[in-house]
């Protein structure tokens, strides 16, 4: 079965320090979405790309996070520099959209489970 | 601004019951819904996804009806079994483009099936 892959599955880390969270989405979808999941805020979208263009970011801090598509295998989020309140779960996950359409399901990663100290 | 409640928050039954979640949302100017499952400490799974033209959608023991013009929908999960128990999230594509699948999700609802 095809899947998302999101490395690394857990990141500890001291506040200040550089993140780096990493995602391969499903071959041949085109569009990727970074999530962020938390007890208090539940499940917020944080950015989502099509076609490896960035179409939606207004859910992301933009004073310390990132995200880009080097290429159409890779999503990467990063986070400089980190704070405790970045703490939370990370998903990834990819889709097949087309125009009119979209109506292709999501398929999520397992997630990253990032703890600042 | 789109916003999405679930009830009940968590809900626990015995195996063989026949249970049913809620969804409400508040704009009905939706493209399509999606109820999906997490597990404790995985993603989530989609389960079914309606379109808004759509009253209704079934998979196995799983029926998910919409109703768009009160912004409702539900999940009616037939003879539960233990497996079954996991976080339960409902999510609506707002009508923004024709292009982006940004779902507002539900909180979600924990349910536990005993056996």
């Known amino acids: 079965d095809a899947r998302v892959t999101q490395t690394p599955r857990h990141k500890v880390t001291e506040m200040g320090q550089e993140v780096t969270m990493r995602c391969q989405p499903i071959l041949g979808h085109n569009t990727v979405f970074w999530y962020r999941q938390t007890m208090m805020q539940g499940l917020e979208l944080l950015a989502y790309?099509?076609?490896?263009?960035?179409?939606?970011d207004s859910g992301m801090p933009k004073d310390r996070f990132s995200a880009e598509m080097p290429d159409a295998t890779l999503a990467t989020l990063k986070i400089q520099p980190s704070e405790p309140r970045d703490s939370a779960v990370y998903f990834c996950?990819?889709?097949?959209?087309?125009?009119?359409?979209?109506?292709?399901?999501?398929?999520f990663g397992d997630g990253t489970r990032l703890s600042i100290l | 601004k789109q916003e999405v409640t679930q009830i009940p928050a968590a809900l626990s039954v015995p195996e063989g019951e026949n249970l049913v979640l809620n969804c409400s949302f508040t704009d009905s100017a939706i493209y399509n819904l999606q109820w999906f499952r997490q597990d404790p400490g995985k993603g989530l799974t989609s389960l079914l996804l309606i379109q808004s033209s759509q009253r209704e959608q079934t998979s196995g023991r799983l029926n998910a009806s919409l109703d768009k013009s009160s912004g409702r929908s539900t999940l009616y999960i037939a003879a539960s079994q233990p497996g079954d128990s996991a976080t339960y999230l409902c999510a609506v594509r707002p009508m923004l483009d024709n292009y982006g699948q940004n779902f507002v999700f539900g909180p979600g609802t924990r349910l536990s099936v005993l056996p």
């Open positions: 790309f099509r076609n490896r263009a960035p179409l939606d």
């Open positions: 996950a990819s889709g097949l959209s087309s125009r009119g359409g979209g109506n292709q399901p999501q398929h």
